[in-house]
C-alpha cells in the first residue's frame, strides 16, 4: 500500500503563484510515476503534470508554460509550482502515484485551489 499526504492549495487572486507538495509513504519503493490531477466542478478529472523516477514530465496543454513539477525521490515527494494562475485552474487538485510493475493507482485526499478573477 501506498499513501499519499497532499499540502499546499488556497485561495489565490488571478496571476498569483502556488506550490502544491504531496508525501508518500509506505511502499514508495514500487512507485514510478507521480503527478497531479485536477476536478473542476462538474467536470472530469483530468491530468495536470506527471513525472517518472527518472525525471521526465508531461503537462497538460493548458498548464504547459505555467506549472512545473518536480520530485524528490530522497523524500518521497512530488512538488506541483504553479505560477500565472487563471480562474480556470480551479478545482481539487489529486496527487497520483503508479506503480511500476501492476501499474496500480494510488491517490491523495485532495486539495482545493481557487483561482479568483
Known amino acids: 500500500q501506498v499513501q499519499l499526504v497532499e499540502s499546499g492549495g488556497g485561495l489565490v487572486q488571478a496571476g498569483g503563484s502556488l506550490r502544491l507538495s504531496c508525501a508518500a509513504s509506505g511502499r514508495v519503493f514500487v512507485i514510478n510515476v507521480m503527478g497531479w490531477y485536477r476536478q473542476a466542478a462538474g467536470k472530469q478529472r483530468e491530468l495536470v503534470a506527471a513525472?517518472?523516477?527518472?525525471?521526465?514530465?508531461n503537462y497538460a496543454d493548458s498548464v504547459k508554460g505555467r506549472f512545473t513539477i518536480s520530485r524528490d525521490n530522497a523524500k518521497n515527494t512530488v512538488y506541483l509550482q504553479m505560477n500565472s494562475l487563471k480562474p480556470e485552474d480551479s478545482g481539487v487538485y489529486y496527487c497520483?502515484?503508479?506503480?511500476?510493475?501492476?501499474?496500480?493507482?494510488?491517490w491523495g485526499q485532495g486539495t482545493q485551489v481557487t483561482v479568483s478573477s
Open positions: 497520483l502515484a503508479r506503480t511500476v510493475v501492476t501499474g496500480t493507482d494510488y
Open positions: 513525472i517518472t523516477r527518472g525525471g521526465s514530465a
